[in-house]
């Protein structure tokens, strides 16, 4: 997604751990890893909740890996012989067609919030990896200023909430996730804090 200049709006530390899993989650379904993502990953820790249990789960899956593995993973998950075991795309999920009109919606509320897709990207927007990083854009203002949760609300019960907390159930449960199992758990743990979160 295009990013105008970062807000000088502060957010608090909450906030920014928001954007923190928004960043992982979009960069891990974006592309494979790279050798240097792997090594960052195995450094991390997280505390005893279970979203943290997750975080720890996903450490000891990329010490445990290799690049070559990741990617042929990836592969299988998401590109395959024409298409992968699932398909990340909002229009998808929810009608069992690409470019179907929940695209057409996400494009029309990007416009006012200063969103755009770059020019060297080739997926429609409603891929799941987009998504985590208007989310993120949305909270620390890297569209041109941070949104209030009203906004932030809006966005996710549109077009975040409506179909990615499946997308990540089943790429927990996909038999054919092993690195990419832990992905699949962290984002359906945090799409669930997410809606709590905007419930109270």
């Known amino acids: ?6 807000s000088i709006d502060r957010i608090d530390e909450a906030d920014q751990s928001r954007v ?6 979009a ?5 494979p890893p790279d050798d240097l993502l792997l090594a960052l990953l195995a450094q991390m820790t997280g505390d005893d909740s279970e979203l943290g249990r997750a975080i720890t ?3 000891n899956a990329a010490a445990e890996t290799s690049l070559a593995a990741t990617r042929d993973e990836y592969n299988v998950l998401f590109i395959g012989l024409g298409r992968g075991i699932l398909t990340p795309f909002g229009s998808y999920y929810l009608t ?3 470019h179907e009109k929940p695209l057409a919606r996400l494009r029309d509320d990007m ?10 990207v080739k997926d429609p927007e409603d891929h799941a990896a987009a998504l985590m990083e208007m989310m993120a854009g949305l909270i620390d203002g890297s569209f041109g200023a941070v949104q209030p ?3 932030q609300k809006a966005f996710y019960d549109s077009h975040v909430g409506s179909w990615t907390p499946h997308f990540f159930k089943d790429l927990e449960s996909c038999p054919s996730a092993d690195f990419f199992k832990p992905v699949g758990r962290i984002g359906r743990l945090f799409m669930a804090i997410e809606r709590g979160a905007f419930e109270m």
Do not use: H, K, W
Request: avoid cysteine.
């Open 57 to 59: 789960d996903l450490a």
């Open 149 to 151: 949760v009203s906004a």
């Open 111 to 120: 416009r006012p919030l200063g969103i755009a897709r770059s020019d060297d």
């Open 96 to 98: 069992g067609f690409m």
């Open 1 to 6: 997604m295009n990013q105008r200049t970062i």
């Open 27 to 31: 960069r891990l379904l974006r592309e």
């Open 20 to 25: 923190n899993v928004y960043r992982l989650l």
